[in-house]
């Protein structure tokens, strides 16, 4: 292989609130947590990328956070949050949208501008690569940018995924179904 040659790797793209850490559940609906303080990376987490990264795929956290175009949330917090998620998990990247809807931008899930994003940056193989969300959102995306879909259902008051490859509660779940299943 020379020098300039990519090697093309499987991604499991994350969603980060409700998948990578807690989500603040009022009503049944699913929120950001909005400080620090609230910012908890949920159990089995940081062994199950551990394992994903072990067998050979890119870790890609891509995450909608239009709490910062609506004024509810900073930048300073949002960067603290990732540099945490950086620091304690093996990450190789971390794409996030600060739009709302009415931006009507590409990189905003269901759009799959963030995964297309860092396919394109990352060498990823998209059809063999996952998409792991606790919304209808993050699972439309994974199907629109053409990889496989894993939706941690959270039994959130709203909308539900149309479709999707499997179901699970958590994403340790979801790592041991990838690790069993993925590559066939």
Not at 114 to 140: E, N, T
Request: net charge negative; with cysteine.
């Amino acid at each position: 292989m020379g020098v300039h040659e990519a090697v093309i790797r499987p991604a499991v793209f994350l969603d980060r609130d409700g998948v990578i850490n807690a989500a603040v559940v009022r009503d049944g609906k699913p929120y950001p947590p909005p400080d620090m303080s609230a910012f908890e990376i949920l159990p089995g987490v940081a062994a199950a990328l551990t394992d994903l990264r072990g067998a050979g795929y890119a870790l890609v956290v891509v995450t909608n956070q239009p709490d910062l175009a609506r004024g509810k949330q900073t930048r300073e917090v949002l960067d603290a949050m990732h540099a945490r998620l950086r620091s304690e998990l093996p990450l190789d990247a971390i794409y996030m949208c600060p739009h709302d809807d009415t931006a009507q931008c590409a990189c905003r899930k269901p759009a799959p501008g963030m995964l297309l994003d860092a396919a394109r940056d990352l060498d990823l193989d998209v059809p063999a690569s996952f998409m792991v969300g606790d919304r209808w959102r993050d699972i439309d995306a994974g199907i629109a940018a053409g990889c496989r879909t894993i939706f941690i259902n959270r039994h959130y008051a709203e909308r539900q995924p149309a479709r999707f490859d499997v179901e699970v509660g958590s994403l340790p779940e979801a790592a041991a179904w990838i690790l069993a299943k993925g590559r066939t």
